[in-house]
């Protein structure tokens, strides 16, 4: 994406400026308006350098959800301490491990010596802090509760690694289940099936139906492996390509929801990430629309994100949050009833912590049952598997004994 130069004032009235990477002008006034910024020009700009050539940054260390929980935490106890935030990034700088973080660390304070705020610093790497870290620092600046800011973060990026890990928990036994299989197929008509066959050409006599299926296609897997491989790699590429494109990245994304085994979890888990974000911006005072508009952007699911900006339009349009998360459709009835009795209470933020908590804990119990629910799609398919094993090799072999019992 285009990196683009803006200039701006925040909510005192301040001149600020600094850089944004984004799809075109009107995503980066848009973004500005969520931190708080009224965006004054915004042009073209160059990518920040480095100082590094492309391949020294192959080998960088990359900065992981755990590394910003660990500056989230630290920044908190450290303003909380009193201490002056330069001086908190300066002995961050020196306790840091994690070489690429110091290297954003001392950035971020050299932008504050230009006169940034803190938010302005952190959103000139949106690799690391995303809009709505950003939003939270800027509220927290805005409030005098940037302490309490960075620690609701590092509680909120805590939960998204969990929920996060939960996910790929969920679609890994699947997936190792399905590699498995497909690699005992391969196993079986490559080395198992061509070895009976060399015993049924000395068998002179017609060979059942299943049995000469089985030779055939496992013939025409050990002569036509390159072509099949090279078709399987094709694939695989056709799919990422895919997956890359808006369009496809939103139908898989909603294949993922709806499939029979892990959609469930991956649909609750999504909707645990989308309460709890909400309620963190309701409660550090975002108004409703800007946060709709946040916490779209962290759902990390194309279809919720999609559903959630609806809601944002039809609260635009005067309309409640319970009937826009009706017409959203992904809510079950007792998160909706829960809805209503927020919106009408004015406790909505506490309802959806609790809405969070609620699809955390079903998380939980879905991983827990999942082995449970996989196991009997496995037995059926190792029985198929047998049988069509026996009717095809063992037959022949089995017709084959009787024949020579009945001759002696």
């Known amino acids: 994406m285009p990196f ?66 660990i500056f989230s935490r630290q920044m908190h106890t ?18 840091t491990k ?31 802090f995303n809009s709505f870290y950003v939003s939270m ?44 299989m497909a690699v005992a197929i391969v196993i079986i008509n490559i080395f198992v099936i061509p070895a009976f066959a060399k015993v049924f050409q000395g068998l002179g006599a017609q060979l059942p139906l299943m049995t000469r299926i089985l030779l055939g296609f496992s013939d025409f897997m050990v002569t036509s492996w390159p072509y099949l491989l090279a078709g399987f790699g094709g694939a695989v590429y056709l799919f990422l390509t895919y997956i890359a494109s808006e369009n496809g990245r939103y139908q898989w994304d909603s294949f993922k929801l709806k499939s029979p085994i892990a959609g469930p979890i991956v649909h609750k888990a999504t909707m645990a990430r989308f309460a709890r974000s909400f309620a963190l911006s309701s409660k550090s005072g975002v108004p409703i629309m800007s946060g709709l508009n946040l916490v779209a952007q962290t759902v990390d699911n ?42 009408e209470s004015g406790a909505l933020d506490d309802l959806m ?21 996989i196991e009997p799609i496995m037995i059926v398919f190792l029985a ?9 090799i063992f037959l022949p072999i089995w017709d084959l004994g009787r024949a020579s019992l009945h001759k002696s």
């Open 4 to 69: 683009f130069l803006y200039k701006g004032r925040n909510n005192k009235g301040e001149l600020v400026n600094g850089m944004l990477e984004s799809y075109d002008r009107n995503a980066v006034a848009k973004q500005l308006f969520n931190i708080g910024i009224t965006p004054i020009e915004i042009v073209p700009g160059s990518a920040p350098s480095t100082g590094n050539n492309p391949f020294t940054s192959l080998f960088e260390e990359s900065i992981e959800t755990i590394d910003i929980m």
């Open 78 to 95: 450290l303003l909380k301490a009193g201490i002056p935030i330069m001086n908190a990034l300066g002995g961050l700088l020196a306790s």
């Open 98 to 128: 994690n070489k690429s973080l110091v290297k954003v660390i001392g950035e971020i304070r050299s932008s504050l010596d230009s006169g940034r705020e803190l938010s302005a610093a952190l959103n000139l790497h949106p690799k690391v």
């Open 137 to 180: 620092i800027r509220i927290g600046e805005t409030t005098g509760a940037l302490d309490k800011v960075f620690l609701r973060m590092f509680d909120h990026l805590e939960f998204e690694k969990f929920m996060r890990d939960q996910i790929k928990a969920a679609l890994r036994y699947p997936s190792f289940v399905m590699m498995a």
């Open 302 to 343: 194309v279809f919720i994100a999609r559903k959630v900006e609806q809601m944002r339009f039809g609260v635009e349009r005067g309309e409640t949050i319970l009937r826009t998360a009706t017409n959203a459709g992904v809510f079950n009835p007792m998160v909706l009833q829960m809805i209503a009795v927020g919106e």
């Open 353 to 373: 912590e609790e809405i969070a908590d609620m699809y955390q804990r079903d998380v939980e119990y879905e991983i827990k049952t999942l082995g449970a629910k």
């Open 384 to 392: 198929v598997l047998v049988l069509i094993l026996a009717l095809g």
